[in-house]
Every structure is written in structure tokens, then in C-alpha cells.
């Protein structure tokens, strides 16, 4: 079945002129592979031509067999006072060997005149001479309409004349761009409508996110009729960004009722975010609508009450409709309830009325009143629980350590040692680091994996440092909190103390005794 609204995404072009934003063929390829899987229409791999790595891409790209998605090659339209088959852009994009390819072209006359310094009738002729050539050469042709919107708001008779030779010309879809992201929903939604009503065509929308309203104005033009909607994986893309499509997918599904990418996809648009960051090498945004970490997190005591009763009452969807989860946060905020929840998603059964819970609930409360933290420490947190509840002993004790740093000339050297105990044996080890943190952390490891091989997995990915209680300078406690993974999975442990290496060491404990507790 034809979906309503076909989903085009142009991570690997639009998305990688982003800042921080860098693809390998490699990873142009991966992520191509996810998005196929995940049931996109049509990836657009790059500009064959502006550079050898994209167009590596499109030849890798032809010998493969793609499930669902039709890749799209990406280009101007041809050059002012050129012959088209002259043109070196068009030798350049049939060698991309692509299905389908989609062409840029003028609609605001300030940029015809001004920028390409073209006669308003070139500029037509030009639109209507690469679509022409593409379609002879056997290509679905899609024509991206650059400043679709300020073009028609400053010259409407011009804009419309540009699409109109755009579909006279066989265009397959005439894609309505908000290139420099400065329109309103409201201004998208009546300019889409009068190019449906001009055109027989289908709309496609294309919008940036330098208003905030990227994904409004995508919604505004499928509202008013664009059955194609333009975006990238996270909103990568130039300045703030380009149209989300990690939000455009369950709100076309969810609220919109509108057919795209399979159903059974929606439950994988959390791992899709999380993998394109990863190969990004960004970090997931936490607070990513429907995807981020803190997307279903309730914190206050109210809240979490009333979620226990009805989890709708405070979320507008189940989070695992989208692969997401729901999280309680402690804090001291905190009611009983959370505490129950928290120790539910930990692998704890708790009951309310059990002498455990009032113990855990005040030792958190007493803990916190000394600058503890357990909202991002889950770690930490799972460990006072399993203390509490079956009296467990830890696995290790840190029965001393030393940390020593020097500076000879340009050079520091910080050495740290550590003894530990395990069962009624020691280990004493020495390590060096580029801090005192990293010298102990090493230490730590290389006494404990003496005893337990398998936390050689567990890496660090976050160290954070926040001082308390600033007023008392140099005195003052400091809570350090730690993030560590074992590859697949993540969490958090604290530590406090007036000395930033003894709050270090208690977070480091706590991450290697949780990687031993839920091994
Ligand atoms: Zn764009």
C-alpha cells in the first residue's frame, strides 16, 4: 500500500553540512543500511561530484540491494549559458547510477537576479532543461524548490512560474524548501496550499529548524496537502539544523493518523536516533523529544503517584510505542512511589508497606542532606537498595590508597597506588595517569581485575565535578559523578567529600561493585 506521506531523508547530505558532522563511506553506508531496514522511501547519499567520497558512495550504493528505499542522488540545475549535455554536473550525476535524483533549482528572484546574475527566463529554461535531460535518461526526477517560501512572499507570480516549468518539464514531486528557516507554520501552511491548488504535481516540504519550528512547518505543509516531507536523523544539518525526522515519524503515526514507514518500525526510533549519533560520534541528546533519555522521566512525588495509577495521566504516549521507557528520578522530591518504581526498573521487588522501603527512603533523604545525588546515579542508588534489602557485603574494600603528582618542567606525572581486599586476600598495585583521577581509576582496575577479569569491559564515558556549598572556597564538599558502560549498557554512581579524590574514588567503587551486582 502506498503510504500517505513518503519519508525523504537526507541525513548523509543535508544532515552531514552540520557542524561536528563528519561521515566516512563507511558510515554512509551503515547508516543507509538502517534506514532502509527501518522503511525510509528514499535516502538521498550526497552530491556526486563535490567530492570522490560521495560519489564512492553512489557506486558501493548501486551494487547493493536496497529493501525499501530508492536512493537519491543530489544536484543543481544546469549551469547558466551551458548546453545541458555539456554541463559537467549532469556527466557527474548519471554516473551516480541512482534511481532517482533530485535537483536544486532558483525560485526567489532576488537570488536569480542578485546571486546567479541570470534573466528570469534563463532561470526557467534552465529548470526545465535538467528535468527534461534527467527524464530522457530514464530518472525520477524530484525538484527541490530552494526558498520556496520568501521567493513567493516577495514575488508570488515568479515562484509559481518556477514550479510550473518545474512540473511541465515531468518533475515527479516539486518539494517546497524553507531554505533559510525564517517562516512560521502559518505562512507554510497558506503558501503549500496555493501551490496544491496551482499545481498537479505532488508537494514534498523541506524545512530547517532556525526558528525553532522546523518540525511545525513540515506538519503545516503535510496539513496542507506536501506528500513528501524532507528531513534528517536527529535534525543534523546546517546552522540549528534541518526538520527532525526522529519527531516527524510518530507525530505523522501518533497524533497526525497519517501512513509513512512501516508500523512495526515505531518501536525502533529510539535505536535509529541512537545509532546515527553514534556513528556520528555525537552525544544522544537527553532531551531529544520521544527518544531522549529524560523523554518519559517523572520526578516530581505527584507525578509518579499518579503514573502508578494511570501511566497515562501524565504521558501522551506509552513510551514503548517509540522503544522508549519510562524512568523514575529520585530525588528528594521523592515519595515513597518512586522509590518503589526506581527499585522495579533496578530488578528489586519491593512492597509498600515493607520496614526496607521507610529504611532506603530515609537513608537517601540523609544522604542527600550530605550533597549525594541520585537522579543521573542509578549505580549508586541500586547498590544502597541491594545493601539495605539482603544485608549484602560489597565484593572489595579499598583498604588504602595513595595518590602523588609532581611537575619537572613541562611535565606532570601523577601516580597513584591502591590496596584492596577481596574475600582474605589483598592485591597492591601502582599505576600512572594523566590526572590523579585517571592514576587511581588505573590503580583500582588493574587490583581488581586480579580478582574479577570481567571488569576489564567497563570503560568510563562522563566525569562530572560540581562543587557544593561554595561559600566555605577552597573547604567546600564536591560531588563527582561518573558514568561508565560495559558496552551495552550505561549508568551513573556518585561520590562526596571536601576532597575531590576521595569523592572520585567513591564513585569508581560504586561503578565497578554495580558492574559486579548486575553482572
Ligand atoms: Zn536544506
Avoid at 518533475?171 to 497558506?190: F, K, Q, S, W, Y
Avoid at 530488578?347 to 521507610?358: I, N, Q, R, S
Avoid at 560540581?466 to 561518573?482: C, Q
Wanted: aromatic residues 6%.
Amino acid at each position: 500500500m502506498k503510504p500517505q506521506v513518503e519519508i525523504y531523508d537526507t541525513t548523509l547530505r543535508d544532515g552531514s553540512q552540520g557542524e561536528g558532522i563528519n561521515f566516512s563511506v563507511a558510515d554512509k553506508l551503515r547508516i543507509a543500511e538502517k534506514l532502509d531496514a527501518f522503511g525510509v522511501h528514499y535516502i538521498e547519499g550526497g552530491w556526486p561530484g563535490s567530492n570522490p567520497k560521495d560519489l564512492e558512495f553512489f557506486q558501493q550504493a548501486a551494487r547493493r540491494k536496497w529493501k525499501n528505499a530508492k536512493i537519491a542522488a543530489f544536484s543543481m540545475t544546469r549551469r547558466k549559458g551551458v548546453a545541458i549535455e555539456s554541463d559537467e554536473l549532469m556527466r557527474q550525476i548519471l554516473e551516480a547510477e541512482t534511481p532517482v535524483v533530485t535537483i536544486v533549482g532558483k525560485t526567489w528572484l532576488l537570488h536569480v537576479t542578485e546571486v546567479l546574475r541570470a534573466k528570469p527566463d534563463e532561470n526557467l529554461a534552465m529548470i526545465g532543461d535538467t528535468i527534461r535531460f534527467l527524464k530522457n535518461h530514464g530518472k525520477t526526477v524530484i525538484y527541490d524548490a530552494e526558498h520556496s517560501f520568501d521567493g513567493y512572499k516577495d514575488e508570488p507570480e515568479y515562484a509559481l512560474a518556477t514550479w510550473q516549468a518545474a512540473e511541465k518539464a515531468g518533475a515527479e514531486c516539486i518539494v517546497l524548501c524553507d531554505t533559510n528557516g525564517g517562516c512560521l507554520p502559518e505562512e507554510i501552511a497558506r503558501i503549500t496550499a496555493v501551490a496544491k491548488s496551482r499545481l498537479t504535481t505532488r508537494i514534498g516540504i523541506h524545512t530547517h529548524n532556525d526558528c525553532g519550528v522546523g518540525v511545525a512547518n513540515a506538519l503545516a505543509g503535510i496539513e496542507a496537502g506536501a506528500t513528501q516531507v524532507q528531513g534528517t536523523i536527529n535534525g543534523y544539518g546546517e546552522r540549528t539544523g534541518n526538520c527532525n525526522l526522529v519527531s516527524v515519524i510518530p507525530l505523522l503515526h501518533f497524533k497526525m493518523k497519517k501512513s509513512s514507514v512501516p508500523e512495526t518500525s515505531l518501536p525502533k526510533l529510539k535505536e535509529l536516533s541512537e545509532f546515527v549519533d553514534e556513528i556520528a560520534n555525537v552525544r544522544h541528546d537527553p532531551r531529544q523529544p520521544w527518544v531522549g533519555q529524560t523523554a518519559f522521566a517523572h520526578k516530581g512525588g505527584m507525578h509518579v503517584h499518579a503514573i502508578d495509577r494511570v501511566a497515562r495521566s501524565y504521558e501522551h504516549i506509552d513510551p514503548a510505542a517509540v522503544g522508549n521507557f519510562r524512568r523514575v528520578l529520585i530525588s528528594d522530591m521523592s515519595g515513597r512511589t518512586n522509590i518503589l518504581m526506581k527499585a522495579a526498573e533496578l530488578g528489586f521487588t519491593l512492597k509498600p508497606d515493607m520496614p526496607e522501603v521507610k529504611a532506603i527512603t530515609a537513608r537517601i533523604k540523609e544522604l542527600e542532606g550530605q550533597g549525594y545525588e541520585y537522579e543521573a546515579a542509578e549505580g549508586s542508588l541500586a547498590l544502597l537498595i541491594s545493601q539495605t534489602l539482603k544485608h549484602r557485603e560489597p565484593s572489595f574494600h579499598v583498604d588504602a590508597y595513595h595518590v602523588s603528582m609532581r611537575r619537572d618542567g613541562a611535565e606532570h606525572i601523577c601516580e597513584a597506588t591502591v590496596k584492596v581486599l577481596v574475600g582474605g586476600k589483598a592485591a597492591h598495585t601502582v599505576a600512572e595517569g594523566d590526572g590523579p583521577v585517571n592514576a587511581l581509576d588505573g590503580a583500582l582496575r588493574l587490583a581488581l581485575g586480579k580478582f574479577f577479569p570481567q571488569l576489564q569491559k567497563i570503560t568510563l564515558t562522563d566525569y562530572k565535578v560540581r562543587i557544593l556549598n561554595g561559600d566555605t572556597g577552597t573547604a567546600a564538599k564536591t560531588r563527582v559523578l561518573i558514568e561508565s558502560t560495559d558496552g551495552k549498557r550505561e549508568w551513573g554512581t556518585v561520590g562526596v567529600s571536601e576532597n575531590i579524590i576521595e569523592a572520585s574514588l567513591q564513585a569508581l567503587v560504586d561503578s565497578m561493585e554495580y558492574a559486579l551486582l548486575r553482572k
